[in-house]
């Protein structure tokens, strides 16, 4: 909702802008050129849109490799015979900071990672 009323409020002053700045140069400007400023000004809020769209897909991307890493690191740490790596992976897990909408997908991605290669490292040596 709170987007639609974005492109909406970013479609009327485009227009409104464009309508003052033809009547202010009018004499300047031939029609045709008005049709085309027109059709750029109305694609913009579709440009903005994709870019939210855009951004959408990428931090669900983000989200989904994060979830991959921690249900692999917890496989390799639930599988494991070895105390030293499952309190090792909930000592680790724990350093994980998430603090909810405001977690930056970025770090949650770069920690959960590197908690899934130390485990698969420490794994390997274990057995």
């Not at 769209?53 to 669900?60: D, R, T, V």
């Not at 405001?102 to 770069?110: I, P, R």
Request: hydrophobic share 45%.
């Amino acid at each position: 909702m709170f987007i639609t009323k974005q492109v909406f409020l970013l479609t009327a002053f485009e227009i409104v802008i464009f309508i003052i700045l033809y009547f202010l140069f009018r004499k300047k400007i031939k029609e045709i050129h008005f049709v085309f400023y027109m059709i750029i000004l109305l694609l913009i809020p579709f440009c903005f849109l994709f870019g939210v769209f855009w951004g959408g897909i990428s931090k669900n991307i983000c989200y989904s490799n994060v979830i991959s890493d921690l249900k692999l690191s917890s496989s390799i740490a639930v599988n494991s015979s070895s105390q030293k790596i499952r309190s090792e992976y909930l000592h680790q897990l724990d350093s994980v900071v998430v603090n909810g909408y405001e977690s930056q997908c970025e770090d949650l991605e770069k920690r959960s990672s590197s908690l899934y290669h130390s485990l698969s490292l420490a794994n390997k040596q274990a057995e």
